[in-house]
């Protein structure tokens, strides 16, 4: 048994505050994950990055994406380059399933984010095609605010032919593992094959607490942009 975060960002994300690295040290000293996901909002380069690094620590990494299609976000897994963003959900599902990828909805239904909702999950799955490449959604998302949406996505999935996940959404690293995919296995295709067959199990860790969402966020983009003003300005002074 083993335990992935499919669903966090670095700053290579607009909203992301942490570096790869740091995201790796962590997951490695500080969590019970064997495997992540750096999922960047329609950017695939901190998860190769990762990718290369996550050997060093011990890691696995499945490189992905969260693609803004025009219907929602959508976390695109098992992929090498960036989904374009801004098609139609079908079209985008397509679009990964001729990378070889699969496809994760994260914070279905979920309102004050771009979030497919159950109902779009519904037509897919009854897509012969789509339902090949939408292999899980989350019923578990940790960077919720409001969380509600959490237990009407686990009441969906459970009358419906898909893989049941929950995933962090850290944005700084102290939320990575917050939510966790659990499957039989430990490597990369095990995890794979779980997701396709419908057989993983969600670990859902700490009480969300809004204000530690963002204050956390908060102090950590502060942090972030007073590093890059301060990298711009002794460049500038070189
Ligand atoms: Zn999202
Ligand atoms: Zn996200």
Known sequence: MAYADLHIHSSFSYDGTSDVETILRYTATQTNLSIIAITDH???????????????????????SEVSTSEGHLLALFIRERVPAGMPLYDTLMYVKKLGGICIVPHPGARFTSSVSLAKIHTMLEDAQASKVLSGMEI?????????SNAQAANFALEHEISMVAGSDAHIYRCIGNGATGFAGSTLDELRHALEMHQTHILQHYPVSTRNIIGGWLYHRLVRSSRQLLKRSSAQAT
């Open 42 to 64: 329609n950017e695939i380069a901190g998860s190769l990055l990762a990718e290369k690094f996550a050997p060093a620590y011990g890691l696995q990494v499945v490189t992905g």
């Open 140 to 148: 578990f998302n940790a960077g919720l605010l409001r969380t509600n």
